[in-house]
Nanobody, 118 residues
Framework: QAQLVESGGGLVQPGGSLRLSCAAS????????MTWYRQAPGTERELVAT???????NYADSVKGRFTISRDNAKNMVYLQMNSLKPDDTAVYYC????????????WGQGTQVTVSS
């Protein structure tokens, strides 16, 4: 059974850093694009960063230059390094896996809370 488990969230001061991790299991990790999404209270879920199965990356404009997504296909892991955090980055962050050919095959993690506050 496919599973995504996020970790690494928490409370951090503005300007600080956090590293989120997502452990994948139960599917062929290398066949999936991996994406971090986030959702703040009262807002829609938004894409933060994507790493394709081929290693290409894409970022939301709001996080470019501050966040870095990476993946380790040998360990079935995806990471999100978040630097220079702002209060607007406060949200629940979700890990997503989307099959590179089969658009309907998508998995979600349960989310991890990131709070940026002094």
């Amino acid at each position: 059974q496919a599973q995504l488990v996020e970790s690494g969230g928490g409370l951090v001061q503005p300007g600080g850093s956090l590293r989120l991790s997502c452990a994948a299991s139960g599917f062929t990790f290398s066949m999936y694009a991996m994406t971090w999404y986030r959702q703040a209270p009262g807002t829609e879920r938004e894409l933060v960063a994507t790493a394709t199965s081929g290693g290409l990356t894409n970022y939301a404009d709001s996080v470019k230059g501050r966040f870095t997504i990476s993946r380790d296909n040998a360990k079935n892991m995806v990471y999100l390094q978040m630097n220079s955090l702002k209060p607007d980055d406060t949200a629940v962050y979700y890990c997503n896996a989307a099959h590179k050919f089969l658009a309907r095959v998508v998995y979600w993690g349960q989310g991890t809370q990131v709070t940026v506050s002094s």
